[in-house]
């Protein structure tokens, strides 16, 4: 168990519908990080908050937004969606600012979109 | 650009068999970290090692090792005497300081089939 939990792990959804995905982080981590891991697109980089700021986003298509709340916690919104969009979506925390320590992922949040 | 190769798509072996996940990796950045998780068929991604770039000592954990060399931007994985628990995908990935190290990028994972 890497302690950062996601809910829900599985979620089913008509194409057109808003999703919201959870994340809490491992006890003390301050950064959350975001990862869409779908076949075509393989392992993706979404975004990264640090502290309740976004510090940086990757690949994250306008449809999608996150958050950082001061109990830590951050949320992922995914609307209008899509077929393309299913995925595995997985959180990841670490103590520090940036990727270079050690990231623990969730177990994911499988996101199948008909 | 940074880029990671992982060109062994899938890898079957027979338990007690030792095995290698190779790890090709692209950057211009002097400073860069990388990574090597597993993911089983439960599905989370599982933490196993870290790197840095300026240290290419090998490192052996149990079973596994890592070796790191710069001259050929490789960072491969060895499974030594393999189990039917080893069976995961394995990914690589890189982190680098021109990014401020805020995001890993993984290479495209090697699924490893350990056969009893």
């Known amino acids: 168990d890497s302690g950062v939990t996601q809910t829900p792990k599985h979620l089913i959804t008509a194409t057109g519908q808003r999703v919201t995905l959870r994340c809490s982080p491992r006890?003390?981590?301050?950064?959350v990080y975001w990862y869409q891991q779908s076949l075509d697109q393989g392992l993706q980089f979404l975004i990264h908050?640090?502290?309740?700021?976004?510090?940086a986003k990757g690949n994250i298509l306008e449809r999608f937004s996150a958050q950082q709340f001061p109990d830590l916690h951050s949320e992922l919104n995914l609307s209008s969606l899509e077929l393309g969009d299913s995925a595995l979506y997985f959180c990841a925390s670490s103590e520090g600012q940036v990727s270079n320590t050690e990231a623990f992922f969730g177990q994911g949040t499988r996101l199948t979109v008909v | 650009a940074q880029k990671v190769t992982q060109a062994q798509t899938e890898i079957s072996v027979v338990e007690k068999e030792d095995v290698t996940l190779d790890c090709v990796y692209e950057?211009?950045?002097?400073?860069?970290?990388l990574f090597w998780y597993k993911q089983p068929p439960s599905g989370e991604l599982v933490f196993l090692i870290r790197?840095?770039?300026?240290?290419?000592q090998n490192e052996i954990s149990g079973r596994y090792s890592w070796n790191f060399q710069k001259s050929t931007s490789s960072f491969n994985f060895t499974i030594t005497a393999s189990q039917v628990v080893d069976s995961a995908v394995y990914f690589c990935?890189?982190?680098?300081?021109?990014?401020?190290?805020?995001?890993?990028?993984f290479g495209t994972g090697t699924r490893l089939l350990v056969s009893p």
């Open positions: 950057t211009r950045d002097t400073t860069y970290y």
């Open positions: 908050y640090y502290n309740g700021e976004e510090r």
């Open positions: 990935a890189l982190s680098e300081a021109n990014t401020g190290f805020q995001k890993l990028v």
């Open positions: 006890s003390g981590d301050l950064s």
């Open positions: 790197r840095n770039s300026f240290d290419e």
